[in-house]
């Protein structure tokens, strides 16, 4: 009975991820396609044509870049911000620390377009001009409470016991940190700047009412829809998953390397 039920788990998670895949296996498979009309929506005919020239479409690349860039400086402002955030949070006891725990979740169970119209209303009322920066502040304000959870999680789990150790041998609070502190909590870390990576690139609701006249990709997608789906966009849809895939095998490995050597030691 315990073979069948941990065979049908393994089944059902197989079924489960295959059902999450379909829509990107979707993605690749008519990014080789060659439409005879504005819209991608039927397969015609295999070509590379896409492959050969992503940038071949207007604005395509350029929007891309600005999504790719803000998503950048999005994640460091959230990374850094989240994780002082978040160890102060556990470390330290301060008046209000109850309601600040309590308000870091709002952002995650508010709908986007609540926060995307008080951003907006936030902005007209102080007088800034919709653009890259508006959109900059916007990302790394929605972005800051999944760091924060992120980090604070792996925070809460640490051994205070190692940072004792470390200032029992004479480690100043700098090198405490450095070689102890922060390589524990890195992993934490790195999951948060993921995840505030992801949200920021893919974001569109709140995009969409901070931007002005800023186009980011989701916006240059969502605008092509309109007129016609071009099969670029499904070439950059492709390569995003295969990058994100390539980094997810390569983080297992490195863990999986980690664990060995620290079995055998």
Same mark, same amino acid.
């Given at each position: ?44 005919? +295999? ?14 690349? /350029? ?9 950048? *400086? ?23 620390? /109850? ?7 709002? =952002?995650?169970?508010? =709908? &986007? ?9 936030? +902005?007209?009322?102080?007088? !800034?001009?919709?653009?890259? *920066? #508006? ?6 304000? +929605?972005?800051?409470? +999944? ?15 190692? &940072? ?16 102890? #502190? ?6 934490? @870390? ?5 995840? !505030? ?7 569109? @609701?709140? #995009? ?20 016609? #789906? =071009? ?35």
């Amino acid at each position: 009975m315990r073979r069948i039920r941990h065979g049908l788990v393994a089944i059902a998670g197989v079924l489960t991820l295959g059902y999450l895949l379909v829509p990107n296996l979707v993605v690749m498979v008519y990014s080789f396609n060659k439409p005879n009309g504005r819209f991608n929506y039927a397969w015609q005919r +295999f070509s590379l044509d896409a492959w050969k020239d992503p940038c071949s479409v207007a604005d395509l690349c /350029g929007s891309l870049a600005l999504s790719l860039q803000i998503a950048l *400086w999005a994640t460091l402002g959230a990374t850094v911000l989240g994780t002082m955030i978040a160890f102060a949070l556990v470390r330290y006891r301060f008046r209000a620390r /109850g309601m600040v725990n309590s308000l870091i979740f709002l =952002p995650m169970a508010m =709908p &986007e377009v609540v926060m995307a119209a008080s951003l907006l209303t936030l +902005f007209l009322n102080l007088g !800034a001009r919709l653009g890259f *920066w #508006t959109v900059l502040i916007a990302h790394i304000m +929605f972005c800051l409470s +999944f760091v924060v959870t992120a980090v604070k999680a792996r925070v809460m789990s640490m051994d205070p016991r190692l &940072e004792e150790a470390a200032r029992d041998l004479y480690a100043g609070p700098v090198q405490t940190f450095a070689r102890v #502190t922060l390589p524990i909590a890195a992993p934490g @870390i790195a999951a948060g700047a993921l995840l !505030a990576f992801a949200l920021s690139f893919d974001d569109f @609701i709140i #995009t969409n009412f901070n931007a002005g006249s800023t186009v980011t990709f989701p916006m240059f997608v969502w605008g092509s829809a309109q007129r016609g #789906t =071009p099969v670029q966009i499904n070439v950059v849809g492709t390569g995003m998953f295969l990058i994100a895939v390539v980094l997810v095998v390569a983080g297992q490995l490195v863990s999986n390397r980690r664990r060995k050597s620290a079995t055998t030691d």
